[in-house]
T-cell receptor
Framework: GAGVSQSPSNKVTEKGKDVELRCDPI?????LYWYRQSLGQGLEFLIY????????KSGLPSDRFSAERTGGSVSTLTIQRTQQEDSAVYLC??????????????FGPGTRLTVL | GESVGLHLPTLSVQEGDNSIINCAYS??????FIWYKQESGKGPQFIID?????DKRQGQRVTVLLNKTVKHLSLQIAATQPGDSAVYFC?????????FGAGTRLTVKP
């Protein structure tokens, strides 16, 4: 079946420009996560959406970062006035609704962002 | 602050040998841990998980051990194959998602 998809797969932009990264979660998954992975580093949590609840934005590194999730499905991560330190792979993950405390997260292939 | 980290950044093993990847965590309140495998150019893939009320859990060719006394996780891969070459992350479950370590790169030599 279809997994989590992300677009674009690669994005090169100039410093100061805005970028939008898209995530299409697995159909029926209620939770959606954004992570950032810098070269040689681990995964850094950015933001978490669960159903129609207010998102947990505690991981966003600055007010230049924002994300929205329309209709409980597709999500867009927006980075305004990009800086070179924003260069990283941005990963999206989704998980299904269950009653247990943990839901396995299914990851997309990521978007590689390069800020020149 | 609390963190999840890995002892070894790189590991090189001979094909057919067993591999052991280690992870230290510091948040004793966490009750769930996961190992992920990430191949080049791909997102992380779930390998195996373990709850804090368990010491050991086995999957297909993989075993995760949890030592809560010293806050240590390990992933054992039996009869390592070239397809096992990847970066392996341990992750600690938080209410909002997961906290990941930096990862260990496993290279399998033929």
């Amino acid at each position: 079946g279809a997994g989590v998809s992300q677009s674009p797969s690669n994005k090169v932009t100039e410093k100061g420009k805005d970028v939008e990264l898209r995530c299409d979660p697995i159909s029926g998954h209620t939770a959606l996560y954004w992570y950032r992975q810098s070269l040689g580093q681990g995964l850094e949590f950015l933001i978490y959406f669960q159903g129609n609840s207010a998102p947990d934005k505690s991981g966003l590194p600055s007010d230049r970062f924002s994300a929205e999730r329309t209709g409980g499905s597709v999500s867009t991560l927006t980075i305004q006035r990009t800086q070179q330190e924003d260069s990283a792979v941005y990963l999206c993950a989704s998980s299904p609704p269950t009653g247990i405390s943990y839901n396995e997260q299914f990851f997309g292939p990521g978007t590689r962002l390069t800020v020149l | 602050g609390e963190s999840v980290g890995l002892h070894l950044p790189t590991l090189s093993v001979q094909e057919g040998d067993n591999s052991i990847i280690n992870c230290a965590y510091s948040n004793s309140a966490s009750d769930y841990f996961i190992w992920y495998k990430q191949e080049s150019g791909k997102g992380p893939q779930f390998i195996i998980d373990i709850r804090s009320n368990m010491d050991k859990r086995q999957g297909q060719r993989v075993t995760v051990l949890l030592n809560k006394t010293v806050k240590h996780l390990s992933l054992q891969i039996a009869a390592t194959q070239p397809g096992d070459s990847a970066v392996y992350f341990c992750a600690e479950i938080e209410p909002w998602g997961m906290r990941f370590g930096a990862g260990t790169r496993l290279t399998v030599k033929p």
